[in-house]
């Protein structure tokens, strides 16, 4: 174990948190690429309408009253929420899985800023937003739970889905202790915790 501002951090530490940015990559890139297809489809608006009529979970399941009562009566409004959102969380994971990855650098470039507490804070809810996007979109599917199926032998035996439900948690989770350890202190505060607590930067 290596000592960082009397807390203790795990020698592996950087190269998790380098992994974790990489994760983040992965995941903002997705939102975003699903995103700018949506505004390069002309006919966006129609499709989304034709996606929600046919997906099962809106005629039946938790999120169907929902879908129902607000969804269906505005879907212009609600493509449009769903356009964006999606853009929004993939941009901002990019940017919180930079200045993940930046800070593994040593010298004047992987520096701590005055920023970071804001990015990180804003990648949690970004990690936060990519679970509930993910969960929406299982449940419209029909919300099959993973189990034994002759028939998804040669398929993934989880729903993309409920993965990355666990991976926005995951990000969120980071990002938020991310936040936590990176938000200015008192004096006071800023001693060193005696419980051994994970500083993660």
Request: hydrophobic share 55%; charged share 15%.
């Amino acid at each position: 174990m290596e000592t960082t501002s009397g807390r203790r951090l795990p020698r592996s530490g950087s190269a998790a948190l380098a992994v974790a940015a990489l994760v983040q990559a992965v995941l903002g890139i997705e939102f975003v690429l699903t995103g700018l297809s949506k505004v390069a489809d002309s006919g966006y608006v129609a499709h989304f309408g034709t996606f929600i009529a046919a997906s099962p979970g809106a005629h039946r399941g938790l999120i169907a009253p929902l879908v129902q009562a607000v969804v269906m009566p505005h879907l212009a409004i609600a493509a449009e929420l769903a356009k964006f959102g999606e853009l929004v969380v993939g941009v901002v994971l990019l940017v919180a899985a930079a200045e993940t990855a930046r800070r593994r650098f040593s010298g004047r470039f992987g520096g701590q800023r005055r920023y970071e507490p804001a990015v990180a804070l804003a990648g949690a809810g970004a990690g936060l937003g990519l679970a509930g996007i993910s969960i929406t979109i299982f449940l419209l599917q029909g919300g099959e739970l993973p189990a034994v199926n002759p028939a998804r032998a040669f398929a993934s035996a989880i729903p993309v889905e409920l993965m990355m439900v666990a991976l926005g948690l995951a990000m969120a989770w980071l990002e938020f202790a991310r936040f936590r350890a990176l938000r200015p202190r008192s004096a006071s505060a800023a001693a060193p915790a005696p419980s051994g607590l994970i500083a993660v930067r």
